[in-house]
């Protein structure tokens, strides 16, 4: 019998759904994984591909841009401190990449983002 695995970033009653299983017969492991008895991986892919939940992957998607907007803002902080040794045109520089990264939502795809490059 095949088990099938994803990591959980969806409502699994949905999933369960989508692919025709009771959510009970479904167990969630401690590493946060989901496995499936009986249901093949792909089957499992193309579930997941299909599934939508009202736009949950997507905000899903943008929550990650911005985490990892934030962690490169929170590493750049230090170029923007009064008392940084960096000259004026170097910490402007910075302070541009900084706007760019906070920009990033502006773009259109979370999935195909266009990150800007530190100085």
């Known amino acids: 019998m095949a088990t099938a695995s994803v990591n959980l970033e969806w409502a699994l009653p949905s999933i369960s759904a989508a692919l025709g299983i ?16 009986g249901v093949t991986q792909d089957a499992l892919d193309a579930a997941l591909a299909a599934y939508d939940d009202g736009g ?4 899903i998607a943008w929550s990650n841009v911005r985490k990892d907007r934030t962690k490169l803002l929170a590493d750049s902080d230090w170029t923007q401190s009064p008392d940084t040794a960096l000259g004026d045109s170097v ?9 760019a990264l906070r ?17």
């Open 56 to 59: 949950a992957k997507l905000a």
């Open 91 to 99: 910490k402007s520089s910075w302070a541009t990449y900084r706007t």
């Open 22 to 37: 009771a959510h009970n017969t479904t167990s969630i492991a401690q590493t946060n994984v989901w496995s499936v008895p």
């Open 103 to 119: 920009d990033i939502t502006t773009q259109a795809d979370p999935y195909n983002i266009t990150w800007p490059t530190a100085p």
